[in-house]
């Protein structure tokens, strides 16, 4: 149940990222995941920022700094109240000519129930009220947000929805474009040194013949044609580029589709200037050439 079709009187109003979007909506329905999938996607992320600063927020970083913004309002949120909420929300359109959008998640009472049993955690109104059921302060949460739901420019119902779906649903509803390549990071490195703590996928090059040895050669790196020449007449270079390939080929579109920011592929052999050298550039180009965002980084080379 999502609902990712703009109301009627703002289809001109999504025709372009806004350069501030406000999240809200029931506690538990998956506020904190969208402030962090917006973030991902070019937003500086506010947090449940109290009512009363949200004035200086709009100065300082949209009007002064023209930053993209994301805050999250929820049931934690100082100084909430409905009434409030709905002025603040008129005025802020107001004053930004409608360049807001305002994106409401929903979930169904039983799913919210299951999830704070899940996590073991408090609904925030049973901490700031006292309450001592979690259904009561669930409905009176509910209760609180109908008139917000109404005015929203986005509403989506969490309900059985993956994070992966919800990714999607909100960077097509800020009409960014979900397609964007995945940056790739394609990095050498010298055992040596040890292996990159943050790669994805590691791919020891140690197999092929290394340059180091062949005169001429142990004072250039990967980046020179004449080592590129050398390592290329190993036949288990192309045997093994190959089937990194393939699996690249299979992997990387379904990564992308899953909502990964980035991806990191490290190459490494031995002194961190030849064999994973090459073996980074050849990758990187034949990424780049099939419509990757790819970038190089070569750790040893950098030293």
Not at 83 to 112: A, H
Not at 231 to 254: E, G, V
Request: hydrophobic share 40%.
């Amino acid at each position: 149940m999502i609902s990712s079709e703009p109301r009627d009187n703002d289809i001109g109003r999504q025709a372009r990222i806004k350069p501030l979007v406000v999240v809200c909506g029931l506690a538990g329905s998956g506020i904190s995941t969208a402030l962090h999938f917006l973030e991902d996607a070019g937003y500086t992320a506010v947090d449940n920022l109290p009512l009363y600063l949200f004035d200086q927020l709009i100065s300082r970083e949209i009007e002064a700094n023209k930053r993209q913004l994301v805050v999250s309002i929820d049931a934690r949120t100082s100084g909430f109240t409905t009434d409030g909420f709905l002025g603040l929300i008129t005025d802020i359109r107001k004053r930004l000519d409608q360049n807001i959008m305002l994106i409401f998640l929903t979930t169904s009472k039983s799913e919210l129930v299951r999830r704070f049993n899940v996590t073991r955690r408090r609904h925030p109104l049973m901490r700031v009220n006292g309450e001592i059921d979690m259904n009561l302060a669930i409905d009176k949460d509910s209760d609180r947000m109908t008139n917000i739901a109404e005015i929203a420019d986005l509403m989506i119902d969490t309900t059985g929805v993956s994070p992966q779906q919800l990714r999607r649903q909100l960077l097509h509803g800020i009409g960014s474009n979900a397609a964007e390549p995945m940056p790739i990071v394609v990095q050498s490195f010298s055992y040596r040194h040890g292996a990159p703590s943050d790669a994805d996928m590691i791919f020891d090059m140690r197999f092929l013949s290394n340059p180091h040895w062949i005169g001429g050669l142990a004072d250039q790196t990967g980046r020179d044609q004449a080592v590129q020449d050398y390592i290329s007449k190993d036949p288990a270079f192309d045997r093994f580029m190959n089937q990194l390939k393939a699996q690249l080929d299979m992997m990387l579109p379904l990564y992308q589709q899953a909502g990964r920011p980035q991806f990191t592929i490290g190459f490494g052999c031995t002194g961190g200037r030849h064999r994973s050298v090459y073996a980074a550039e050849y990758i990187a180009a034949y990424l780049n050439s099939h419509d990757y965002d790819a970038r190089l980084k070569h750790l040893q080379l950098l030293a």
